[in-house]
Structures are given as structure tokens and as C-alpha cells.
């Protein structure tokens, strides 16, 4: 059932609306889930990370909030969006000021501050912060969902704002500082005037030197800064376990059990003790930088002690050290941090000794445009995923954008990220293949999963058909 394109844009993006939540609601029901609510006082189900979101449910949710933010574009006074989005800073500014003065925490904890919330007077003499300056943030912060105000001036937590306790992934991402910094340093970096530094792909000409005022790359900051290293990698670490049961069940890995896995820049090692929990036949090699190695180790000696996974430090710019029959090499959130030549070196690397039965699996971001474009090969709607076995994302309707518009907004404001602080960027499906196609490797599948990201299976290309150049690759 979809929506007929004649419709006007404002009955149409309803229509949409409707089909959404109806799909919604049934699912809930159908699943046997509790009714969602902002004021709860625990997490849904659905805001759990581990929980394997039924496929039709996923997509009813993201075609309701894709609609939500068209809907928004279409009514809000245009003046008023520019005031609001130029004013965006304040939105990260005021979450900061709620978690790092221990606003937060006082709320959530239920010894201190009853349900119904608590008075800003009250969180003034508790923490020794002006009640007239909080009321004026924390009231900011309820206008976008983090709280509510029962009372005039009392302030409780809503449901989504319980991602920030301590010990969430959400707070393990807010808690790294720098991105308000690199922000204001990138119109110095796309206007620079050096034409070199204006059109530079180096990680080292990007706005976090200039905003940080060091000729070094950010991993190379973050090496001499250990604190701030452990910082940094909990909060990537976040990004990868937001996404776990998606790329846990969305990707057929179990037959691949038996296999040796190779986890370049494996980071702390979590994809590889979560995989090897399903797959218990397989090895694990978790491979990154020596600094994170005391990381990395101390995290498998506790997460994973069967001893089934080990780190040892390789640097992927230099040749693979391990090779042969049936491989499996990762590369989760490694690519986006790199401009092409790099990936290209970095994949190269990894090819140039790969066997031919060997896989590289990488899971990244795959960006689509925001095009309203609804050429496909093959169109599904939310009827088409009642009861699927295999999670597959509906085709975008009319007036929603092919990448569903603001629910790309995480993904697309990551990419802006990414070319702030290294000069890399998120690709998009044409870009990956003509990219892994120079380093030597053909597509096999792309998965889809119910997250931001997609996983990108590839096979070696055999050489002497368009296959890796020899000799080393470096930076
Ligand atoms: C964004 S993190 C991804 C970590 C991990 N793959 C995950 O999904 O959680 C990028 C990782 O690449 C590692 N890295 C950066 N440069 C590297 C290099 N030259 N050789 C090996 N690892 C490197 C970093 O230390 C970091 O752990």
C-alpha cells in the first residue's frame, strides 16, 4: 500500500504520517511490547541496543520520523528555522552543561530526587549553581525532550534523557569533548587561504589543527594524551555496541564459523568478543596501534577470557602480517576516518596478501543522497516486511528523501565531523565500489542492517585481472 504520487505534498507527507504509526502500533502490539512513553521511568525496549528490533517495526519507525522532519520543513516559518539552526551550538552546549555539572546524575538518582522531579532551588543548594541561569537551561533542554516541567521550575528527566546515566552509551559519547571546537574552526579549513590546505586530503590540514593549534593528527594527539585516548576510544566504542544486535543479526556471520577473523584497527576488541560468542569455532585477531594494545588487552582479559581472542599491535599501513586459506578480515569504522588514498593504501595492504577464498567485511556508514528519486531495482513498503525473516528498508515515499532526510542527520553530521578532524568522509554506495574496486576488491553483497550502517562484503579480485598493484603501500 502506498501513497499516490498526486497527492499534495502536505496530504501526502500525512498520509505517509498515518501509515507510519498505524505500522507502528500494530507492530508494538503485535510484538507484545509496552506502550512508549516519554515520561517513563525505564529505558523501552526499543532504546536497548541488544534488542533485535522486528524488521517492519525498524522501518515504521524511521518512515515516522522521516516525515516528521519533512513535515517540519514544510510548516516552520523559514526565519525562525535560521534563528533556531544557527543557534544549534546551544543544544550541545546545554546537554554538557545537564551532564557535567551533575544535574543529571541528581535527577536520575532516586534517593535524591523523588519521581515528580526536582525544584531548580534545590538543585542550587545541592550543587552550588545559580537556579535563574539553570531554569534558563534546563527549560531550553525540555523544549527538545530531555526533561519535562510538571511544575514551574521543577524539572524531571524524560525517557530519552536516561541514555545519559552514567554507564549508557550515550553518556560514554558525550563525555568526549573537542566537537564544538573543530565546528568553529571549519570555515577556516573549506576557506583556507592556501589553496593546498583548501583542497588538502591529509589528516594533518583539517580544522582540528587549526582549532587545537598542533601540526598533529588527531590519533597522533591522542597518543601523547592517554587520558584522553581511553576518553576517545569508550566513546567509539559507544558507536560500535549502539549498533550491536544489527550488525549481530543482520549479517549472516555463522557461516563463517570455524574461521580466523583479523580485526584491523580492531580498537578495544568488542566486534570480536561479540562475534565470538556466536561463532565458537572461530579465532580472533584484534590488530591496532601499540599505545591502545594495554586497552585493548585488559578489555579481552575480561570480556572474553576464553582465550579464543588476542591483540597484538599491527599498523595497518604497513603489509598484513597474516594470510591463508578462508580469512576474515574486519574493518568496522575504519575506512570513514580516512581520504581515499589512504583507504586505498590501507585496503591494499590487506589484498595484496589475502588468499582468493579470503572475505573483508567492513562496516561502515553507506550515505545515500537526498534525492527523491524512487528509481529501484526492487520496491518494498511496510507491508512487505509483515513477519520477515530478513531485515530489508522500505523504499522511500513520495516527498521523503532516498536517505529519509533527518533520520540521516546522525550519520550525515558524523561525515562533517570526520572531514573536520581527518580530512575523510562518508561514502556513498557508487563511491565505496569505485573505491574498493582501486584497491583491489570486488563487492560480493551489500547488507543492509537496522542501524546507521551497512556491512560491505568484498572477495579479492584475482591478480592479473584488475587486480592489487604490487609493492608497499604507506601514507
Ligand atoms: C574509529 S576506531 C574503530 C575501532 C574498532 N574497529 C571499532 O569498530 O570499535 C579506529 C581505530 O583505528 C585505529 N588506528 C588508527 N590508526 C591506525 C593504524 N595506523 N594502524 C592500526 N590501527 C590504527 C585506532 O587506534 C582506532 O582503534
Redesign the pocket.
Known sequence: MGVPATLSELDSLQATMNQALDALREEIKRNELPDLSNYAQEPHPLDDARFVCPSRLYEARRLALATIGQLKSLLQQPYEKVVEQSCAVYDTATLDILVKTGVLDRLADRELTPVEGAHVQDLQKALDLDAMKLTVVLRYLAAQGWLHEPREGVFALTRPALELRQGRNGRKWIMTPGKPKVAQSLLTQITHAEHEWRYSRQADQTAFQLSHASPLTL?QWLKQRPAELTQW?SS??S??DAYHSAIMNDIPWRRFDGCTFV??????G??SIALSEILPNSRFVV???P??MPIARSNIACNAPSGRVIAEP????DVQPLSGKGLIY?????LH?WPDHACIAILKNITRVAHPTSRIVI?EVISAPNTMSRQVDEHVTLDDLKDAATHRPITAPAFIPSNFGVTAKMSLALGVHMMGVFNALERSAREWKVLLGKAGLRVVKIHPLRGMVSAIECEPMVLGHGGPANGKESM
Open positions: 590519533f576510544a567509539v566504542q558507536l560500535g580485526d584491523c584497527g580492531g580498537g578495544q568488542n566486534l590488530q591496532d596501534l599505545e591502545v599491527v599498523n595497518f599501513f574486519l574493518l568496522r569504522y575504519i576516518d562496516v
